[in-house]
């Protein structure tokens, strides 16, 4: 379900942090390189999130690789500290 956001201002010292109200108010931080090029303060943007089904496989397989791969190297026990 798209969100409409505002662009209420830009921070930091290059401007590269976008400062996004929600309807109820509500402030998001986001890079600035993540809106449109042309955005400015006052200007509404709508946001769609959408799950992505072969990049969560993708990523839970490379997960269990990688696990895999470290509890081969573990050679058990308690540790020391």
Not at 24 to 41: H, K, M, N, Q
């Amino acid at each position: 379900m798209p969100v409409q956001l505002s662009v209420d201002r830009f921070e930091g010292p290059d401007s590269s942090i976008a400062v996004l109200a929600t309807e109820d108010g509500a402030s998001i931080d986001v890079p600035r390189a993540w809106l449109p090029a042309d955005a400015a303060p006052g200007d509404v943007l709508t946001l769609a999130l959408s799950r992505d089904v072969a990049a969560t496989r993708k990523l839970a397989e490379e997960t269990k690789k990688l696990q895999g791969e470290l509890k081969a190297t573990d050679p058990g026990g308690d540790i020391t500290l």
